[in-house]
C-alpha cells in the first residue's frame, strides 16, 4: 500500500503584498514521481524554495514521513531527507567532479575534526568508503570517466547530471528537480528519461520535478500539479490533466 | 599512514628544508641581515597560510589578520613577561595561550560573519582589526601607544628549530583540514553557499570553523613574532600589515598553500634583497596586486591559453 | 551647554566631509555594486593637486580648487576603466583586492612623490569666524557646511532632474533592462566615477584646510570611516549617505569629547560591526537578497 511521503496544505508566501504561491496543497506519495508545470512566473520554483527552507512561508504546513519542514533552514531541511536540483545551475566549481559528490556524503560519512588533523585510521578508511560511494553514483549518469575534472570544466548536460548526482548523494526520500532538461536537445531529454527512472528505482526515491518540457513530463510523472499565478489550476492524473480544457487555455492563450 | 607520493615529497621538502637551513647556519654563510630574516619568514608564512584558509579556502576577504596576530602577540608577550620559568616552557605555554585568545577572537568576528558576506565582510574584518588597534592604544595593562617591551628574545634565529617545527606544524593542520570533508565544507560554501545549504552544509559552522583556526595560527605567529623582535605596539599590526599577508596570499595564488609558503619565503626575502629600494616595495606590492587579479580573473589568461594552443594547433596541422 | 553645542558643531563639520566621500561610495556601489576601496586615497590626491596648484603653481585659490576636482575626476574615471572595467563580470573578492591595490598604489605614488614628511599647508578659505553669543564658529567650519549643503542639493536635484541622472537610476535598478532601453552603461558608470570623485576632492580641499597638514595617507581614515557612514545610511542610498555622514560625525565629535579620544576610532567602527548586525540595510536602504 502506498502512503503519503510528503503531505503539503495551504501552503503560501507573499512578497511585498504580491501572493507568489497561495493555497496550494499537494500530497505526493512513496515511490511516486510527481509534476509540478506551469507557465513562467506561476511560482514553480518558490514551492521548491519554500520545501528546501530557502524561503519559510506565510501560512501553510509541509510535512516530509509526518515530519514539520515549516521553520527549518534549508540545510536541515535535507538532512530531514529533501534534495534539490537549481534552474540555474550550482555546482562547485573549483572542486572536481569528484569532490562535488563528496561533499554531499558530508552528514553520511562522518569523521571528527581532529581525524583530519592528525589523520588518524577513521580519516582513511571513511574517505575510502567516500571514495566508493561516489564513484557508485557517478558512474549511474556515466559521470566517472570526469571524476577529476573540475566540476565547472564538465559540458553543460554532463552538469546538470553531476547536480542531481550530487543531490543524490545525500540519500534523499525526496528529490526535486527543477527544470533538469532545460537546455537539452531531443537526444539527451530522451536519455534523461530513462535516468530518472531508473534513479528512482535504482535509489527507491520520490521524486517531484519542475519542467517545461511536455514530453518528458508526459512520458515519465504519473501525475501532475497546474500552476498558474501562484494557485493550482488542476491537478491528478497526467493524461487527465494535460487534457483539461483550462490547462490548455494557460499554455496557449485564449 | 600510507606511504603514498604526496606524503613522501612532503616529508622530503621537510626535511630538505630544515638541512639546508641547518648547512647555511652552520657553515656562517648567511650574514647578519639574512640569519635575521629566518625568523620573518617562519612568522609570514604561519600568517600567509592561515589567512588563505579564509580568504582562499572559504572565499571571504579578511582585512583584520594582523588584528589576530597583535592579539596573540600581546597575550604571549604579556605571559612571559610576567611569569618566572623556564624558556621552554614559557614559550610554548604562551604560543598556546596567544593562539587560543586570537581563536577566541576569531570566534567572536565569526558570529557577525554569519549574517555577512563579500564586501560587507570584508570591512567588519577592517573594523575588527582597527578596534582592537585603537583598544590596544588606550589599555593601561598594555602600556598604551608605547606597547611592550623587553620581551624575553625567546624566538631569535639560534631558537630556529622551534620556529620550524611550528610552522610545519601550521602548514601540515591547515593542508590536513582542507583536505578532508571538513575542508572540502568549507571550500563548497565558497563556491556556492546555497548549494551547499540544500546539501546539508550547516554554512556558519564552516566559517566560524575557518575564521577560528585562521585566527589561532595567526596568534601562533604573533607570539613568535613578539618574542623575537622584543618591542610590540599597536600600530605594528595596523592594517598595512593585513594588506600585507595578504599580498602574500595573492600573489602565492588564492587556494595554494605551497604557492603562500612560496610566496612569503620570496616576499619577506626580497625586501633585503632590494635594499635601500623601500619606498618602492609597497608600490611593486600594490602593482602586483592589480596585475594578478587583471590576469586571472578579467579573461585575459583563458585568451592568452587559448591563443598558445590554436597556435600549436596549427603548428600540428602544417 | 555652550560645550555641547561646541561638539554639535564640531561633528556637523566633520560629518559632512564624511558625508560628501560616503556619497561616492554609495553612488558607486549603487551603480557598479562595488565598493571603491580606493575612494578614500582620491581625497589625498585632491588635497595635493590643491597644495601644488597653490604652492607649487601659484594659481589663485579658485584656479587651484577647479584643478584639484578635474584631476580628481579624470582620475576617478582612469581608474574605472583600467582597474575595475575588465573585472565586471569577476568575482567580487577580486574586484575587491584589486581596489585595495588601487587605493595602495595611490598612496604609494604620494610617497614617492612627495615624501613620508607631512607638508604644512595654509588654508585656502579666508573667511572671519563667527560669534553668536559666547560661540565662535570658525570660517573653515561655516564653509565646509556651506559648501556640502549646496553640493547634496546640486546632487540631488542632478539625480532626480535630469536625464542623465534619471539614466543612472535606471541603471542602478537593473543594468540589463538599462541597456535594454538604449542607456549606455559604460558611460553612466564613468560618470559616476567622475561625479563622486569630484565630491571626493571637494571633501579633499575642505578636509586639508581643516587641519592643514598633508600625508600621503590622510585619505584611508576619513575614506574608511565615510564608508561606514554610507553603510549606517544604507549603502547605494544617496540621502542615507548624507544622513549616515552627518550622524557618524556627530557620534564621534560626541565620544571624543565625553568618552575618550583613543577610543573614539573604536566607537565609529564599532558603530558599523552593531548596524551590520542589526540592521544590514542601514537606516535608509533596502536589503537585496539573491534570487535563488
Known amino acids: 500500500m502506498r502512503m503519503a511521503l510528503l503531505e503539503v496544505k495551504n501552503l503560501g508566501i507573499s512578497f511585498g503584498g504580491l501572493k507568489a504561491v497561495d493555497n496550494f496543497n499537494v500530497s505526493i506519495e512513496k515511490g511516486e514521481l510527481y509534476g509540478l508545470i506551469g507557465p513562467n512566473g506561476a511560482g514553480k520554483t518558490t514551492v521548491f524554495n519554500l520545501l528546501t527552507g530557502v524561503y519559510q512561508p506565510n501560512t501553510g504546513t509541509m510535512e516530509l514521513d509526518g515530519v514539520n519542514l515549516v521553520g527549518k533552514s534549508p540545510s536541515e531541511i535535507c538532512r530531514s531527507g529533501i534534495a534539490r536540483t537549481f534552474q540555474n545551475i550550482r555546482l562547485f566549481k573549483k572542486l572536481s567532479v569528484r569532490d562535488n559528490v563528496k561533499v554531499a556524503l558530508h552528514n553520511d560519512v562522518e569523521y571528527s575534526l581532529l581525524a583530519s588533523i592528525f589523520r588518524l585510521p577513521s580519516y582513511f578508511s571513511r574517505e575510502k568508503a567516500m571514495n566508493e560511494k561516489s564513484r557508485e553514483i557517478l558512474e549511474v549518469f556515466g559521470l566517472e570517466e570526469y571524476e577529476n575534472s573540475y566540476a565547472a570544466n564538465l559540458p553543460y548536460g554532463k552538469q546538470r547530471e553531476l547536480e542531481i548526482a550530487r543531490a543524490l548523494a545525500t540519500e534523499p526520500k525526496l528529490l526535486l528537480l527543477d527544470e533538469p532538461a532545460a537546455g537539452m536537445n531531443p537526444n539527451e531529454t530522451a536519455e534523461l528519461m530513462e535516468t530518472i527512472k531508473l534513479i528512482r528505482d535504482k535509489f527507491d526515491i520520490t521524486i517531484l520535478l519542475i519542467e517545461h518540457d511536455m514530453k518528458l513530463v508526459a512520458g515519465i510523472c504519473e501525475r501532475l500539479t497546474v500552476l498558474n499565478f501562484g494557485t493550482e489550476l488542476a491537478s491528478g492524473e497526467t493524461s487527465e490533466v494535460l487534457n483539461d480544457p483550462k490547462v490548455i487555455t494557460a499554455y496557449l492563450g485564449e | ?318 | 551647554m555652550q560645550n555641547i553645542v561646541e561638539q554639535l558643531i564640531n561633528g556637523l563639520s566633520t560629518g559632512s566631509i564624511y558625508a560628501l566621500i560616503a556619497l561616492g561610495y554609495t553612488m558607486v556601489y549603487g551603480i557598479a555594486r562595488m565598493i571603491n576601496f580606493a575612494h578614500g586615497d582620491i581625497i589625498m590626491v585632491g588635497a595635493y593637486a590643491l597644495y601644488v596648484g597653490v604652492s607649487l603653481m601659484n594659481l589663485p585659490a579658485a584656479a587651484a580648487i577647479l584643478l584639484s576636482i578635474i584631476v580628481c575626476a579624470v582620475l576617478g574615471i582612469t581608474v574605472e576603466k583600467v582597474a575595475y572595467k575588465p573585472l565586471r563580470k569577476a568575482p567580487p573578492l577580486a574586484v575587491l583586492i584589486t581596489a585595495i591595490g588601487v587605493s595602495y598604489l595611490l598612496q604609494n605614488l604620494a610617497l614617492l612623490i612627495f615624501n613620508a614628511t607631512p607638508i604644512p599647508f595654509q588654508s585656502v578659505i579666508q573667511v572671519p569666524s563667527v560669534s553668536i553669543g559666547g560661540l565662535t564658529i570658525s570660517g573653515v567650519t561655516i564653509v565646509t557646511l556651506v559648501v556640502t549643503l549646496i553640493s547634496m542639493v546640486l546632487l540631488t536635484l542632478f539625480i532626480n532632474q535630469t536625464k542623465a541622472g534619471s539614466a543612472m537610476r535606471a541603471v542602478s535598478e537593473d543594468k540589463g533592462a538599462a541597456e535594454l532601453m538604449g542607456i549606455n552603461v559604460n558611460r553612466i558608470i564613468s560618470q559616476t566615477f567622475a561625479i563622486g570623485s569630484a565630491l571626493a576632492a571637494v571633501a579633499g580641499i575642505l578636509y586639508i584646510c581643516q587641519y592643514q597638514s598633508l600625508r600621503p595617507t590622510l585619505g584611508a581614515l576619513p575614506g574608511i570611516k565615510a564608508f561606514v557612514a554610507a553603510v549606517l545610511g544604507g549603502i547605494g542610498n544617496v540621502p542615507g549617505a548624507m544622513l549616515g555622514g552627518i550622524v557618524l560625525g556627530l557620534i564621534e565629535s560626541i565620544a571624543k569629547a565625553y568618552i575618550s579620544t583613543e577610543l573614539s576610532d573604536a566607537i565609529v567602527f564599532g558603530v558599523l560591526v552593531i548596524v551590520l548586525l542589526v540592521k544590514p540595510s542601514g537606516l535608509l536602504g533596502k536589503l537585496r537578497n539573491e534570487k535563488v
Open chain 2, 1 to 318: 599512514m600510507k606511504w603514498n607520493k604526496k606524503v613522501v615529497v612532503r616529508v622530503l621538502a621537510i626535511v630538505l628544508s630544515y638541512v639546508l637551513i641547518t648547512v647555511l647556519l652552520r657553515m656562517g654563510l648567511l650574514n647578519r641581515q639574512y640569519t635575521a630574516l629566518l625568523v620573518p619568514i617562519g612568522v609570514n608564512i604561519m600568517l600567509a597560510v592561515s589567512l588563505n584558509l579564509v580568504t582562499g579556502f572559504l572565499g571571504e576577504l579578511s582585512l583584520g589578520h594582523a588584528g589576530f596576530m597583535s592579539i596573540g602577540a600581546y597575550a604571549g608577550a604579556l605571559f612571559t613577561l610576567n611569569v618566572n620559568m623556564p624558556s621552554g616552557i614559557s614559550i610554548l605555554l604562551a604560543m598556546i595561550i596567544g593562539g587560543v585568545a586570537a581563536a577566541v577572537f576569531g570566534f567572536l568576528i565569526g558570529v557577525p560573519v554569519l549574517r555577512l558576506r563579500g564586501d560587507y565582510l570584508a570591512i567588519v574584518t577592517l573594523a575588527f582589526g582597527e578596534i582592537i588597534k585603537s583598544v590596544l592604544n588606550a589599555l593601561s595593562f598594555t602600556n598604551g601607544a608605547r606597547g611592550l617591551s623587553k620581551i624575553p628574545s625567546y624566538t631569535n634565529y639560534e631558537h630556529y628549530t622551534l620556529v620550524f617545527v611550528v610552522a610545519v606544524i601550521t602548514v601540515l593542520v591547515i593542508s590536513n583540514i582542507v583536505d578532508s570533508r571538513h575542508g572540502r565544507a568549507v571550500c563548497s560554501v565558497r563556491d556556492n553557499y546555497i548549494a551547499a545549504e540544500s546539501i546539508g552544509i550547516s554554512v556558519s559552522r564552516f566559517k566560524i570553523l575557518a575564521f577560528v583556526i585562521g585566527a589561532f595560527f595567526a596568534g601562533v605567529a604573533g607570539v613568535i613574532y613578539a618574542h623575537n623582535v622584543g618591542i610590540i605596539k599597536p600600530t605594528t599590526f595596523d592594517y598595512n600589515k593585513s594588506i600585507e599577508i595578504l599580498v602574500i596570499v595573492v600573489l602565492g595564488g588564492m587556494g595554494s598553500i605551497k604557492g603562500s609558503i612560496i610566496a612569503a619565503v620570496i616576499l619577506t626575502a626580497l625586501p633585503e634583497l632590494l635594499r635601500g629600494a623601500d619606498d618602492l616595495r609597497m608600490l611593486l606590492y600594490s602593482i602586483a596586486l592589480i596585475v594578478m587579479m587583471l590576469f586571472n580573473q578579467s579573461g585575459i589568461r583563458e585568451r592568452i591559453k587559448g591563443r598558445i594552443e590554436s597556435s600549436r594547433k596549427q603548428k600540428a596541422g602544417e
